[in-house]
């Protein structure tokens, strides 16, 4: 009998795949910031669980789930938001389910309004996601290295960041807000708004499509907090080394 009870014991011990069931001590957000806080880390994408479980066994230690990967991956479509709140969830679901590593969750615009931000933070929160990545982009969005761009206001994007940071229920969950205002409006412009973002309540600030080595210093000299860069071969960003960002500063590298 005692054999059969250290066996038993055992079974109920075994961990789950779901890092927010795994540990309801340290949520996938908190697990996220502990990442950062130790170190930048390399972030690859992953746009199923399939592609999740090989960055895992690679020995990476945060994942992405990318807007335009989703949308190429999953369905075939240009980065335009044309998928839906409910696809992206199901996604971060599959993936989450199938790997212990912080998810980041690309969430376009927020799918709307502030309104629509809240319930796109409680979506993805409860799909285990440990962080979203929210834009100011005017729908139709285009991807981030793209000409033709529309910004709303940065007051709008300011209410958005505030709704996201009100709605989350785990303190911990991350709001990563994204600027594209280098390609609308000038690198000045996207110093601007990154420092109005952090204000509004942003954990952390993506300037997307820098264009030299120099803008990514200075920005980082600008604007306090975490910040993520992104090594997209087909950019606009120069392609530059994980050392190099992360003695600038960088926290997250995404690839």
């Known amino acids: 009998m005692k054999g059969k009870a250290r066996r038993a014991a055992r079974t109920t011990k075994k961990p789950t795949r779901n890092p927010q069931a795994a540990n309801t001590a340290c949520s996938p957000g908190a697990a996220l910031r502990q990442l950062i806080q130790s170190g930048a880390r390399q972030v690859p994408g992953a746009f199923n669980a399939l592609t999740a479980r090989m960055a895992e066994r690679a020995g990476f230690q945060v994942i992405y789930l990318s807007g335009a990967a989703i949308s190429a991956g ?52 409860a799909a285990g996601a440990a962080a979203i990545q929210l834009e100011d982009q005017r729908l139709p969005k285009r991807c981030g290295h793209l000409s033709g761009k529309e910004l709303v206001s940065t007051a709008e994007m300011q209410a958005k960041v505030r709704a996201a940071a009100a709605a989350r229920r785990e303190p911990g969950f991350m709001i990563i807000a994204r600027t594209d205002a280098r390609g609308a409006g000038g690198f000045d412009e996207a110093v601007a708004r990154a420092q109005a973002y952090r204000a509004a309540g942003a954990d952390a600030i993506f300037p997307e499509a820098l264009e030299s080595a120099d803008e990514f210093a200075r920005l980082r000299r600008a604007v306090d907090g975490p910040l993520v860069a992104n090594m997209t071969e087909f950019g606009r960003s120069p392609l530059l080394g994980f050392d190099e960002l992360a003695a600038m500063g960088y926290s997250l590298v995404l690839y």
Not at 78 to 90: F, K, M, N, R, Y
């Open 74 to 125: 999953l369905v075939g479509v240009p980065d335009v938001g044309l998928l839906t709140l409910s696809e992206i969830a199901e996604q971060t679901r599959y993936i989450t389910a199938a790997v212990t590593l912080p998810l980041i969750v690309d969430g376009d615009t927020g799918f709307g309004e502030p309104v629509n931000v809240e319930r796109a933070v409680r979506m993805l929160e």
